[in-house]
């Protein structure tokens, strides 16, 4: 056990700690500011020399009450704050939300919705995965890749801005559909993407997959098997990187994904390296389904077509990226009061939604993403709980640190790819 | 759905003392608080059911007063909740998931909100560990047999449960000290939670 003695450094006296310290167990704190921490996740190690004995995630430092501020707002306006959990994948966040509400309301959103919402999430998910690869590379040194990976996750960031009017936080995807339709130049935009990206994947892995450095830091560190993986939650790419090959998009499709034709990657090391060479072919996985979803792009409607909860969104846009369609305009103030009222009440009352809970999940770069969602029959949640798997991930931590270098606890974490907003939620 | 049908069966049969429904294309099953985690070790370890993944735990707050007018038991044909009245309910719901038959369903458990206690379920699955404490943060559920039942997403010295419905949104006492001296955890007198 670590001593007794508790000892506050300040400045260069590190020699009152070594004097003090009776026994070989040092306890030391990593985070919550710390660079390789992914945000504000404090880590208490337990060391005997280098040798991590054990580790203690300690979290809630960016908890900011999302869940309770919904049971304050409307159906719709939930999706403006879970969009803001897990900031690297919104699109997952707003989804999942919705087609929970959709759900209770026994409503299904329009095929051409549904197929928009794909082709947004699994750029959302590359997004997402550069991000990681970006982070977690300069974190064990390679400082280029963060140049790299952000620089492409940026072209992701402008056609979300191009298609929804933001680069994060989208509020796009609401119950019953999507918040306006896609620009004329969309499927061009997303294909020229899909070839961007392509051949920058391959330059990561020129880069890194003989790199000995990468190898080094990688293979077989925090290695997890599949069955600690289901005691501990641990679901996605950490969950395939040991060998189960487990994923929501084909196991319980939502949001027609049983029509697209793609790969579910596993690899059966179970160490940060296949995480790596899992992350890798999933992005390229997901650019065969924009593939497949931009061919094959159906016409009609994105919003359901019952006027007490479809959103208006059949807004054109502006030379500012977005606004109102004229002739919606000239509809509801000119020529129907009861239009008029009807738009009025759905803004700032919303749709009542039928009483009951529901869970639905979706495959989230990170892992199982649940919402569980309870509705009194009134126009606000009566209680919506998160199912982040960064939350649940986290805590396997400590299984794939103990008895490692303190050094791998930097490449253990940056493996698991938390992202603090969804932690803490 | 007929497997969920299947499995509310077997669920009856091994455990007469619960209540199962199927609404909005998900089984849920009643289990009082008393059987619980043999009815959550029945879920992992029963072939025909075994369900690896505790894929959530969360709770909800039903107060004392009239809840079932709102909650519409009569439209959406949604049971009502099984306390009276006169007391408020904590619903702890699990949701365990099988990768090997691929189902889930949903196991909730209501326990009084003034004095409410569970046993933990860290021993059938080590996920629980921090759902289970983020349960007893937002709305005071004692999870007995819990090895670190201690707040998670709250600061440690928090006063109340913020997710219980008679937690106001806003308007709260914030209890931060900055001069203050904060002990080390095993030194703060955290409550202990001892069956």
Known sequence: MASDTELFVEGADWETVSDAVTDDILTVNMGPQHPSTHGVLRLVLQLDGEVVQRVDPVIGYLHTGIEKNAEYRTWVQGTTFFTRMDYLSPFFNECAYSLGVERLLDIEAPERAQAIRVILMEFNRIASHLVWIATGGMELGAVSLMTYGFREREHILDLFESQTGLRMNHAYIRPGGVAMDVTDDFAERCLALCDLLGDKLGEYEDLLLENPIWNGRLRGVGMITVSDCLRYGITGPLLRSSGMEWDLRKAQPYCGYEQYDFDVPTDDAGDCFSRFLVRMEEMRQSMRIIRQAVDRLPGGPTMVADKRIAWPSQQSLGPDGIGNDPAYIQHIMGESMESLINHFKLVTQGFTVPAGQVYEAVESPRGELGYAITSIGTNRPYRVHVREPSFVNLQATNHMCAGGLIADVVAVVASIDPVMGGVDR | ?195
């Open chain 2, 1 to 195: 759905m007929t497997a969920l049908e299947d499995l509310r069966g077997r669920v009856l049969a091994a455990f007469p003392g619960c209540e199962a429904h199927v609404a909005y294309g998900e089984l849920t099953i009643h289990a009082p608080a008393d059987i619980v985690h043999d009815v959550l070790a029945w879920a992992r370890d029963d072939d025909a059911v075994r369900c690896e993944l505790l894929a959530d735990l969360s709770g909800v707050h039903w107060p004392a007063g009239d809840n079932e007018i709102e909650r519409q038991p009569a439209t959406t044909g949604w049971p009502a909740h099984r306390m009276e009245r006169d007391r408020g309910a904590i619903e702890v719901s699990y949701v365990v998931r099988s990768l090997a038959h691929n189902h889930a369903f949903r196991i909730t458990v209501a326990v009084d909100d003034t004095q409410p206690r569970l046993p933990t379920a860290t021993d059938l699955w080590a996920t629980a560990n921090a759902h289970e404490r983020e349960v007893f943060d937002f709305f005071g559920v004692e999870f007995t047999g819990h090895p670190n039942l201690t707040r998670i997403l709250m600061p440690d010295d928090w006063v109340g449960h913020p997710h219980r419905k008679d937690y106001p949104l806003g308007g709260v006492d914030i209890p931060y000290d900055n001069d203050k001296f904060i002990p080390s955890p095993d030194r703060r007198g955290l409550r202990q939670v001892i069956e």
